[in-house]
């Protein structure tokens, strides 16, 4: 502060899901929470066009494939039902065209499965909905983590984590060719180019990809013509080894969680310093913070706002939500059992480290009710809670420690969480030089929006993906000019 150099501008995006509740199992008993009107098209119109008008980045919609039904279970509904607790849920892609239709430049991150989509299926509704918004979808690939998904997809069990992944990497090989390999630049003639004679387009621009690899066999050609991104913008948000690897080499902007920035820095080094081995800017790796923002005129008023939240929020169906992302069930445990010291290794850690790095984490014993408390708002994010002035240092603080890009702001309640953060946040960070107060490319793509450079619809040269770019003038993409096309391994 202080000093004369610009500032990193901040990427903001709300973080959302079309369910109920998101990461604030309960809430929909607070008087004010609209999150029961996630099945209504006009609830997402709304909060779109609000955000927009607060220049938000993107909204970014998280998704599962399954209900949360470890806790008390197996196979048991019961805890996650009443909370709204991600459950039920629906699809997010539907909503994207329509809020689109309604807003300018804001854009749209949407959560989808490598573990349970087909590729030539996935690529063609991104496609589709990146013609219907111009350009402004994203996806953030996810791997799955739910045994109920996978139940639900015909198998016994989860396919095992690091196969997950090796079939994730196969999987984007996959929708890069259908997306930049399939339709040649310039393929599209459209009108026939004024002369009326040509046709739609020139069949010797459109190809098959043959893909044939370990786990997919996709001949092509993509079912749809080339749209403004062609590869939509990509997100990613896996914490483990894999999932970092898998991060560096394909994702544009990548979300992680963590207490506070010091503990969130190594990560972000490591993956800036893996993409910078696979020769890409590590500056243009986007990470961004998932964090839950309560704010208000004074600190006073921001706390007691956040008491009563906690209030209205629903302790089982936060061990419902642990249970799904943990694997493991929390009713096995007597109510006082302190977690810190349990047999099972992967709870132990991970609580652990929360009473660490949890404000105030020390002095408790972690047992259920504390997790519960400790997950009923804001999830595993950190929770920063105060007036303007407090919220705008803690923000900076991240991004000065932990070198982030920006935040992805979670809701206690939908809207209110946002009414807030835009009328008392907003302003301060404009004020200290750390959010824009008009988009860099109004009315352009969510990737131009992104990098904030005009232009910059397409994947960047130096991403593994723009290997498969398929240019004018070429017979047939460089890839696949020596040898065969069949498999890119
Ligand atoms: C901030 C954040 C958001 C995530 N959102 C989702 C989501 O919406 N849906 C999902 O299936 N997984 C989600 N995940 C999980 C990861 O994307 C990933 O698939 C999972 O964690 C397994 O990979 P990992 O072991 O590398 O973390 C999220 C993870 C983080 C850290």
């Given amino acids: 502060?202080?000093?004369?150099?610009?500032?990193?501008?901040?990427?903001?995006?709300?973080?959302?899901?079309?369910?109920?509740?998101?990461?604030?199992?309960?809430?929909?008993?607070?008087?004010?929470?609209?999150?029961?009107?996630?099945?209504?098209?006009?609830?997402?119109?709304?909060?779109?066009?609000?955000?927009?008008?607060?220049?938000?980045?993107?909204?970014?919609?998280?998704?599962?494939?399954?209900?949360?039904?470890?806790?008390k279970g197996p196979a048991n509904l019961t805890p996650t039902i009443p909370a709204g607790a991600q459950f039920p849920i629906n699809d997010p892609l539907y909503s994207i065209p329509a809020m689109a239709a309604a807003t300018h430049t804001i854009s749209f991150g949407v959560t989808a499965s490598t573990t349970y989509e087909a590729p030539y299926a996935l690529a063609r509704r991104f496609s589709t909905v990146d013609h219907l918004t111009g350009g402004r979808v994203g996806w953030n690939i996810v791997t799955s983590y739910l045994e109920s998904a996978a139940r639900n997809f015909g198998l016994n069990t989860q396919i095992e984590h690091e196969e997950r992944y090796r079939i994730a990497h196969e999987y984007l090989d996959v929708v890069y060719q259908l997306w930049e390999a399939s339709w040649r630049d310039g393929a599209v003639h459209a009108h026939g180019d004024g002369d009326g004679v040509r046709g739609y387009a020139d069949p010797t621009a459109v190809r098959q990809i043959h893909h044939r690899g370990k786990y997919f066999t996709v001949p092509g050609p993509h079912l749809c013509e080339p749209s403004p991104q062609r590869t939509p913008f990509l997100l990613q948000a896996g914490t483990s080894g894999a999932g970092k690897a898998f991060a560096a080499k394909h994702a544009e902007a990548i979300f992680l969680n963590g207490q506070s920035p010091e503990l969130v820095r190594p990560s972000v080094e490591s993956v800036r310093e893996q993409a910078r081995a696979l020769g890409r800017d590590p500056a243009a790796v986007k990470i961004v913070a998932g964090v839950l923002v309560i704010v208000a005129e004074t600190e006073e008023k921001a706390w007691a706002k956040f008491r009563e939240y906690e209030r209205y929020g629903d302790r089982e169906g936060a061990?419902?939500?642990?249970?799904?992302?943990?694997?493991?069930?929390?009713?096995?445990?007597?109510?006082?059992?302190?977690?810190?010291?349990?047999?099972?290794?992967?709870?132990?850690?991970?609580?652990?480290?929360?009473?660490?790095?949890?404000?105030?984490?020390?002095?408790?014993?972690?047992?259920?009710?504390?997790?519960?408390?400790?997950?009923?708002?804001?999830?595993?994010?950190a929770k920063i809670i105060g007036d303007a002035k407090t919220v705008a240092d803690e923000l900076e603080r991240w991004v000065e420690v932990a070198d982030v890009d920006g935040f992805n702001l979670s809701y206690a309640s939908l809207p209110e969480t946002f009414d807030d953060i835009i009328e008392f946040l907003l302003p301060e960070l404009q004020r200290r030089g750390l959010f824009h107060t008009e988009y860099a490319v109004p009315g352009g793509t969510m990737r131009e929006n992104f990098y904030g450079v005009k232009g910059q619809t397409r994947l960047p040269e130096t991403h593994y993906g723009a290997q498969y770019f398929w240019k004018e003038g070429e017979e047939v993409p460089q890839y696949a000019v020596q040898g065969s096309s069949e498999s890119i391994e």
Avoid: C
């Fill in 1 to 71: 502060m202080g000093s004369s150099t610009p500032k990193k501008q901040l990427i903001l995006n709300a973080f959302a899901m079309q369910s109920p509740s998101h990461l604030n199992p309960g809430l929909h008993r607070y008087p004010a929470d609209q999150g029961h009107r996630y099945t209504s098209v006009q609830h997402w119109i709304q909060l779109a066009q609000k955000l927009e008008a607060a220049k938000f980045h993107a909204i970014f919609f998280a998704d599962v494939l399954g209900g949360y039904d470890v806790y």
């Fill in 319 to 381: 061990l419902a939500l642990f249970g799904g992302w943990s694997g493991y069930d929390l009713s096995q445990y007597a109510e006082d059992e302190d977690f810190r010291f349990v047999e099972a290794p992967a709870v132990r850690s991970m609580v652990n480290h929360w009473a660490k790095t949890v404000p105030g984490g020390e002095g408790k014993k972690w047992n259920k009710a504390t997790i519960a408390e400790y997950l009923v708002l804001g999830g595993n994010g």
